[in-house]
């Protein structure tokens, strides 16, 4: 991947944040620290939750819902 091709994705991920906050103002370093930060956990996040319900259904990862509703993820091979 060239610069320009990073500098593009990079200006993606500033115009989804404005798209959801379209309110926001900030700075060069509060945009790298908290607007793009904040994009790539979620977006990991959702990469990790995706990743789980796969292996949930390969049967490899157990998941468990507790009594307060949080959930839990353990080896099924316990």
Not at 19 to 26: C, G, L, V
Request: aromatic content about 6%; hydrophobic content about 40%.
């Amino acid at each position: 991947m060239d610069d320009d091709d990073e500098v593009e994705l990079v200006a993606n991920e500033i115009s989804r944040y404005l798209t959801k906050h379209a309110e926001a103002a900030d700075s060069l370093e509060g945009i790298q620290r908290w607007w793009l930060t904040r994009i790539r956990i979620e977006e990991a996040a959702q990469r990790v939750k995706r990743a789980l319900e796969s292996l949930v259904h390969r049967g490899t990862v157990v998941m468990e819902v507790l009594p307060d509703g949080g959930v839990l993820y353990r080896s099924a091979c316990r």
